[in-house]
């Protein structure tokens, strides 16, 4: 039977999050010409540029407006409304982002007041201003991004006549990769739907060498089509955590039907992506996707003898785990911890809902660090873990293979070109984790796995792939 565990635990070892900073700063980076100012300590905007900066491999312009002694003291109205002069008088962008950081909000700043003041005084300035409130004390990266999104929700789109649609679908696609965002506008192209990215980061975050370099990257999700986005014909989150709420608020706000769905990774959350395509523009699913989704499912087969029944543990964003867990079992796995740093009881009962579904016994674990984890693989082994750099220890610890999915990937290159949702992302996934389950476990002769004599975990190898057949699915 599955269990769902909390953790008390007053400290966190080996923590999976990052801080909330860091999601607001990486969602305004999908907004195009658009500069982030993060209202605390050096460090606060330090951090998260190098955490963002060794996954994505790009210069992260973050301002600063760079608190001291004094200012936790006496407050940080001088230094923002000096930081906000310095952006606009150097940059000129389309947009400003003011996220707060542990230490305002613990001095007390009234951001919104302090940008309406300088505002007041500087006509000039017309471009949008916005505040998230992201101290770390709230919640993870993932509470930071969600919150930019709602921000946006409530202050971009302007109100629109009864009617008037810009034909377009909103599409919230949460904390992905520049990869995944390019793979959902292949299945967005080939629907024949045209999308509005909440936010886009796909260029600006994986953009290309170019002499001379822009004044701002390429690509992103223009300002004006932020604001024209109360006029879409409906809303898609692709992660309820990462911008679910955004949805019910362009629902709420300006009527424009929210559908929220898990993340599109592997056959059955494709699928129901497509269908939401279908049902909102009655368009059909094209045979180019039905074909890809008949190659997910060849890969699939051609595997299954090597995967089947092998436990998995699964750490990482909420959507995200959700997702992974329920494409694993698809290819025969068995997901058996799922883990999250999120304090999010919903993800919990989620989870058990998908475990009770699929038939699965899961130790499902939030608010929780790689130590649980740890602990528990030692009493129980598994045979890949799948989640993201910070994994390393542990797996290195247990000799088990780790499949870096999911954010920071910071000791491997490339990996934010990889996308993993949508048909062609789940074949990719099925390749890397049979690939890599088979380069820890030993030989492939005549289609049937030799083991390692120090392998101890076993693979299963029975069936089509233990006579030597052509179990070519
Ligand atoms: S003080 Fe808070 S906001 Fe700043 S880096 Fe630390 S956790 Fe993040």
Same mark, same amino acid.
């Given at each position: 039977m599955s269990t769902v565990m909390k953790q008390e635990r007053a400290v966190a070892i080996n923590p999976t999050r990052s801080c909330a900073p860091i999601g607001a700063m990486l969602s305004a980076? +999908? =907004? $195009?010409g658009a500069l982030t100012i993060n209202h605390g300590s050096q460090g606060c905007a330090s951090y998260p540029r190098h955490q963002m900066a060794r996954h994505f491999r790009e210069p992260i312009e973050v301002a600063t407006t760079s608190l001291t002694e004094k200012t936790t003291v006496y407050g940080g109205k001088e230094n923002l409304i000096a930081a906000l002069r310095n952006v606009w008088d150097r940059f000129h962008p389309t947009m400003i982002t003011v996220c707060s950081t542990c230490l305002s909000e613990t001095i007390g700043d009234d951001i919104p007041a302090i940008i309406e003041e300088f505002q007041d005084n500087n006509p000039e300035v017309e471009i949008p201003i916005i505040s998230v409130k992201t101290p770390s004390y709230i919640g993870t990266h993932i509470t930071g991004f969600d919150l930019f999104l709602k921000e946006v929700a409530m202050r971009l789109p302007v109100k629109s006549r009864k009617g008037?649609?810009? @034909?377009k679908v909103n599409i919230i696609p949460g904390w992905v990769n520049p990869g995944d965002i390019r793979e959902l506008k292949h299945l967005l192209r080939e629907m024949d739907v045209q999308p509005l990215f909440l936010t886009d980061y796909a260029d600006t975050l994986d953009g290309g060498y170019y002499n /001379? *370099? /822009?004044h701002f990257p390429q690509g992103g999700t223009t300002v004006e089509e932020l604001q024209d986005s %109360? *006029? %879409?014909v409906a809303s898609i989150a692709l992660q309820k955590h990462i911008g679910g709420e955004a949805a019910k608020v362009y629902k709420k706000r300006h009527n424009v039907p929210a559908h929220i769905l898990p993340m599109p990774i592997g056959l059955a959350n494709t699928d129901t992506f497509l269908a939401t395509l279908t049902e909102i523009t009655g368009k059909e699913v094209p045979l180019e996707l039905q074909r890809e989704r008949a190659r997910l499912l060849d890969a699939i087969v051609d595997t299954h003898m090597f995967n089947t029944g092998l436990k998995v543990a699964i750490f990482g964003d909420p959507d995200l785990v959700h997702g992974l867990a329920r494409f694993v079992t698809e290819m025969g796995m068995i997901p058996r911890f799922v883990l999250t740093a999120a304090d999010s009881k919903a993800w919990g009962d989620d989870m058990l809902a998908l475990s009770e579904e699929l038939g699965v016994e899961m130790d499902i674990m939030y608010k929780t660090d790689l130590h649980e984890l740890h602990k528990r693989m030692k009493a129980e082994p598994v045979s890949v873990v799948i989640g993201h750099s910070k994994g390393k220890f542990l797996t290195d610890d247990e000799k088990v293979p780790l499949i870096r999915v999911g954010f /920071?990937?910071?000791? *491997?290159? +490339?990996? $934010? *070109?990889?996308? =993993? =949702? @949508?048909y062609r992302g789940g074949m990719y996934l099925v390749d890397e984790i049979t690939n890599t389950i088979l380069t820890q476990r030993g030989n492939i002769v005549s289609n049937t796995l030799m083991e390692l004599e120090d392998a101890d975990t076993p693979v299963m190898n029975g069936g089509c792939g233990s006579n030597g057949g052509g179990c070519g699915g």
């Open positions: 980076f +999908g =907004v $195009h008037d649609t810009n @034909g /001379p *370099r /822009p %109360s *006029r %879409s /920071p990937i910071e000791d *491997r290159f +490339g990996y $934010h *070109r990889r996308a =993993v =949702v @949508g």
